[in-house]
Structure formats: C-alpha cells, structure tokens
C-alpha cells in the first residue's frame, strides 16, 4: 500500500507562486517516476510536469518555463513550484507515482488562481 499526501495548495492571485508537496510512504520499492497532474471539472486530467529517477523533467507547454519539478529521494518527496501563476492553472492537482507500471495517485489538493 502507497500513500501520497499532498499539501501547499491555496488560494493566490494572477501573477503570484505557490509551492506544492508530495510525500510518498508505505510499499516504496522503485521511484520509476512522480509527476503532477491537474485536472478541471469536465475536463480529462493532464500531465503537468514530470521527474523521472535519473532526474530528468519534463513540463506540458501550457507551464513550461513557470513551474518547476523537483525531488528529495531522502524523503520521498516531490515538489511543484508554480511561479506566475494564471486564472487558468487554477485545479485540482494531483501527485502520482509510477513503480514499475503501478500507478499510485495522492487525493488531490486545490489551487485557485483568481483577482
């Protein structure tokens, strides 16, 4: 069994950064991947930004060059640092982490974006 628990989410206005976490724990056998998803009602969800175990991160072009992906393997954990935030990043985020092809999803956390 995997728990994330994700935190840092919140209310901001246009232009303004919030920091998100991700703590993994319980069964962690392989850190394949973690990444941050988000997602709007009505809308699928969709990748954000993602890490993979020899560092590498990639980032949907609608956030490329604002937000940036890290990690502390110490303690199991991701962050999202989301920079020149706009109204429409605002939704449910979501941490997930892949292990070896187990997909293990946190319970999301909000951002708003909003004047």
């Known amino acids: 069994q995997v728990q994330l628990v994700e935190s840092g989410g919140g209310f901001v206005q246009p232009g303004g950064s919030l920091r998100l976490s991700c703590a993994a724990s319980g069964s962690i056998f392989s850190m394949d991947s973690m990444g941050w998803y988000r997602q709007t009602p009505g809308k699928e969800r969709e990748m954000v930004a993602l890490?993979?175990?020899?560092?590498?991160?990639s980032y949907s072009d609608s956030v490329k060059g604002r937000f940036n992906i890290s990690r502390d393997k110490t303690k199991n954990t991701v962050y999202l640092q989301m920079n020149m935030l706009k109204p429409e990043d605002t939704a449910v985020y979501y941490c997930r982490l892949n292990q070896r092809g187990f997909l293990s999803w946190g319970q999301g956390t909000q951002v708003t974006v909003s004047s």
């Open positions: 890490i993979v175990s020899n560092g590498f991160a």
